[in-house]
């Protein structure tokens, strides 16, 4: 007969609650840390990733910095809109929402933009706001290399 000391089911026991609460990241976040608990809360109250107000703001102000910066590149479409994570570094962070669409130019090439909605980033920290980069884009390489640093 196998005997089984005290201190390794003790252990093993701790491993198995521990693994139990741990966040997306493979840490552990006790509950009154998460991003709920906070003075100011975030429940992660975001839209989708094809909403068209998402959308819309990527569209803006892509057209916006195009034509007052670099020339008359604008977008015009939006197409194959998927998620790509929710939440990625755990209950702690601020909640975002990370996505990947093609946008289409009017000088007809399809380009990948990679883009986060994020919760209380807007104006004076009341709304969502969206961080976006299209690829080919990046022209002072904020998000290099090729948008991989707006992406989780």
């Given at each position: 007969m196998r005997r089984v000391s005290l201190f390794s089911t003790l252990a093993a026991a701790i491993c198995l609650s521990g693994l139990s609460a741990q966040a997306a990241g493979g840490r552990y976040?006790?509950?009154?840390?998460?991003?709920?608990?906070?003075?100011?809360?975030?429940?992660?109250?975001?839209?989708?990733?094809?909403?068209?107000?998402?959308?819309g703001a990527?569209?803006?102000?892509?057209?916006?910095?195009?034509?007052?910066?670099?020339?008359?590149?604008?977008a015009v479409s939006f197409d194959r809109v998927r998620p790509i994570a929710w939440r990625p570094w755990g209950d702690d962070f601020i909640p975002r929402r990370f996505?990947?669409?093609?946008?289409?130019?009017?000088?007809?090439?399809l380009r990948r933009v990679d883009y986060s909605v994020r919760e209380?980033?807007?104006?004076?920290?009341?709304?969502?706001?969206?961080?976006?980069?299209?690829?080919?884009?990046?022209?002072?390489?904020?998000?290099?290399?090729?948008c991989k640093m707006a992406r989780p």
């Amino acid at each position: 007969m196998r005997r089984v000391s005290l201190f390794s089911t003790l252990a093993a026991a701790i491993c198995l609650s521990g693994l139990s609460a741990q966040a997306a990241g493979g840490r552990y976040v006790h509950p009154a840390d998460r991003a709920e608990e906070r003075i100011i809360p975030m429940y992660g109250n975001l839209p989708a990733c094809e909403d068209p107000a998402v959308l819309g703001a990527i569209t803006s102000r892509f057209n916006s910095r195009e034509a007052n910066f670099w020339g008359p590149l604008q977008a015009v479409s939006f197409d194959r809109v998927r998620p790509i994570a929710w939440r990625p570094w755990g209950d702690d962070f601020i909640p975002r929402r990370f996505c990947t669409a093609r946008v289409l130019t009017n000088d007809g090439v399809l380009r990948r933009v990679d883009y986060s909605v994020r919760e209380n980033l807007g104006l004076f920290g009341y709304t969502w706001n969206v961080n976006w980069c299209v690829s080919g884009l990046d022209r002072h390489r904020s998000y290099a290399p090729d948008c991989k640093m707006a992406r989780p």
